[in-house]
């Protein structure tokens, strides 16, 4: 069950603006999420096979190569996370990793942290964001002059 208020544990966080959280109940609107086995199928043909694996040490080339196989036992547990409004507690943890962005290697400044996070949840996140923005798109939700989630169009386009 949710807390209906928020909690702080810090008395510096008192200067903060209070947040009222407004409880909806468990909604069931995931489950309108509509995907197939072939929308992953998709997302599997797009994946980028030198990326390095997450905790999981699932290498992206690997799950390429058993995509068929693995389609549908995914569809079946990414439908039941979005059922059941939750993931599993392994796609919240990443390997964290510095990567020198340039200059010296002696200088923490110098290098900007990457999240090795899993790839089985990496798809599932593409499987979210593409369904999303094809019904935001479908629905004309989404402003023509919002640059930041239309294909092919960026934040530079917009300049």
């Known amino acids: 069950m949710r807390s209906k208020h928020p909690v702080s544990t810090h008395s510096s966080h008192q200067c903060l603006p209070r947040i009222t959280t407004i409880d909806m109940g468990r909604s069931e609107d995931c489950m309108d999420i509509q995907f197939s086995e072939n929308d992953i199928l998709n997302i599997f043909n797009k994946l980028k096979t030198d990326k390095s ?51 010296s290697r002696n200088l923490a400044e110098n290098y900007r942290p990457v999240s090795l996070t899993s790839q ?38 917009n300049l």
């Open 53 to 103: 694996p997450g905790l999981d040490e699932l290498l992206p080339r690997l799950l390429s190569e058993i995509k068929n196989e693995v389609a549908y036992p995914l569809y079946l547990l990414f439908r039941r996370s979005l059922n059941e409004s939750s993931i599993p507690t392994e796609w919240k943890r990443a390997n964290v990793c510095l990567i020198l962005k340039k200059g």
């Open 120 to 157: 089985v949840c990496k798809v599932f996140d593409t499987l979210i964001r593409d369904t999303l923005v094809k019904h935001l798109e479908g629905n004309k939700l989404i402003h023509d002059s919002q640059h930041g989630f239309h294909a092919g169009r960026s934040c530079l386009t």
